[in-house]
């Protein structure tokens, strides 16, 4: 239940960097906790809620799971449905629903239902990035690219993916028109013609959203897709079934033992005629805690060997999107090759590649354009994102053993460099995946949203200074009454590629 602020009572303030679904969800499930806290998200985009998955516009880039799962409070599971619903997306984009009743719409529909969930939250939104933190006080003060500065008691880090690394042997073209190093840039494929032959580096998500995206703009030129192991995502079952098997009675603790049961549990699966989704279903499920049961070297081999088999069949790709990928590939317009770029050469007009198989010899291939689609690249955020760098500099953050995001303990809160969890600090969303493991999902990240908001609501109100200013909570595009409202007594507010 909401907690009502009390006369003369300290405001907790709290900023959530970032406003993508993790910040985004945060933000909502603290609001339905709290009305009397002051919550500001800073995120550079237009609205709240949308971040890089789902800014899209491209009708053909479409949510991965079914429109039921992809809830914001888990208490409301028809709240998207009816959302849709009356913003007749459906009638709109009648291919977004099949024919045995199973949803799934475009993703900008869904960062719009976001969207318009945060825009009924009573949260401020800075629209700008944040670029600094200082700690050097009792509060944070977080420091702003456009100049302003909020104080909080709190700070959430919420941010988004970052961007993949262009591989060495692509490096000496970055910049120029024969690669396309973002595939999610505005008119990213703009100057591609129809005919041109690509090669597309990496073969999840984001090759078939591009393909998908070529395909829906009359592309008919060959494509080739490579990746280490060239596996693709894979799309989900015609019939689906509940979660099979139990992977915690008691959890294994390594991965051979892992696959082994995984291994022995889809063949009773496939004995009942069962596949193997509801068995992949049940592991995402507890994955954290399967997660949680491994050493830090049992971790290790889990990603090294076992991480690229789970991402495929864990992230499936939406039922339309697999059947463009099934015709081009009957076709012969898609090939999909274990394989990666060993050298590229500019000859004017085009680009010959040799491409170094996983098994075989060196093999020549003549392309137009290369376009990457390996993913973000989590390696590298402590380099590559400024805040992130300034923060480890400063030694309030590091990153996780694991390579794979920020290091934090058990309830989020961000270990610093002296492996001190601090408790004004926190991660919300896939960025603390190497503690809790499976967190990239839409239902993950809401779920751990929800817990983050939790430990913040629970926290004392802190007594302020006395010369200390409160927060300024002003939204950099509405006026200052709206941006300050407060949710209602009730705390409903309003009415999830890697």
């Known amino acids: 239940m909401t907690q009502g602020r009390q006369r ?14 993790s910040g985004a969800a945060t933000a909502l499930a603290l609001r339905r906790l709290r009305a009397d806290i002051d919550i500001t998200v800073i995120e550079p985009r237009e ?47 009648p291919q977004a629903l ?39 006080g009792g509060r944070c003060r977080v420091v ?71 395909d829906r703009r009359g592309h008919r030129g ?39 049961r995984v291994r022995a549990t889809l063949a009773q699966a496939n004995a009942t005629g069962l596949s193997w989704h509801p068995v992949l279903d049940q592991v995402r499920l507890q994955g954290q805690a399967i997660w949680q049961a491994l050493s830090e070297a049992e971790r290790q081999r889990l990603l090294r060997h076992l991480r690229p088999f789970w991402d495929t069949h864990r992230f499936r790709v939406a039922p339309q999107v697999h059947a463009v990928l099934e015709r081009r590939l009957d076709d012969g317009t898609l090939g999909i090759r274990a394989a990666t770029v060993q050298r590229v050469a500019d000859r004017g007009d ?52 694991y390579g794979l995001g920020v290091a934090v303990d058990g309830d989020s809160r961000v270990i610093d460099a002296h492996g001190v969890a601090q408790s004004h600090l926190l991660v919300a969303g896939p960025l603390a995946r190497g503690t809790f493991g499976e967190l990239m999902g839409v239902p993950d990240v809401v779920r751990h949203a929800r817990r983050v908001a939790e430990m913040i609501a629970h926290l004392p ?13 002003r939204q950099a595009n509405a006026p200052a009454p709206v941006a300050r409202r407060r949710a209602s007594p009730a705390g409903k507010a309003g009415t999830e590629h890697p």
């Open 8 to 21: 003369g009572e300290a405001t907790t303030t709290v900023a959530i960097i970032g406003g993508g679904v």
């Open 47 to 93: 609205t709240v809620g949308r971040g890089l998955a789902y800014s899209t516009t491209d009708p053909s880039h479409r949510i991965n799971v079914p429109a039921p799962r992809m809830e914001i409070h888990p208490d409301d599971p028809t709240n998207f449905a009816q959302w849709l619903d009356r913003h007749g997306v459906v009638q709109a984009d």
């Open 98 to 136: 099949l024919p045995d009743g199973r949803l799934f719409p475009s993703r900008h529909a869904f960062g719009g239902y976001l969207s318009d969930r945060f825009a009924h939250a009573a949260v401020a939104h800075w629209r700008t990035r944040a670029s600094a933190i200082d700690h050097s």
């Open 144 to 214: 702003c690219a456009d100049g302003r500065t909020l104080a909080a008691d709190v700070v959430v880090l919420a941010i988004c993916h970052p961007p993949p690394t262009v591989p060495a042997a692509l490096a000496p073209f970055a910049g120029t028109s024969w690669l396309v190093a973002d595939p999610w840039a505005p008119q990213a494929f703009d100057a591609i013609a129809n005919d041109e032959r690509l090669l597309i580096v990496g073969t999840g998500l984001t090759m078939a959203d591009i393909v998908a995206t070529l």
């Open 222 to 260: 060959p494509l080739v897709a490579i990746s280490r192991r060239g596996q693709r995502s894979q799309p989900h079952t015609a019939h689906p079934a509940d979660p099979f098997g139990d992977f915690l009675s008691p959890p294994p603790t390594g991965a051979l033992a892992l696959l082994r």
């Open 350 to 401: 085009r680009l010959d590649v040799v491409l170094r198989p996983r098994r075989g010899h060196a093999e020549p291939l003549t392309v137009d354009r290369i376009v990457l689609a390996t993913g973000p690249a989590h390696g590298g955020l402590f380099r590559d994102d400024a805040l992130l760098r300034q923060m480890r500099q400063q030694g309030l953050a590091r990153p996780d053993v």
């Open 461 to 473: 109100a802190l007594p302020r200074h006395k010369h200390e200013r409160p927060a300024d909570t």
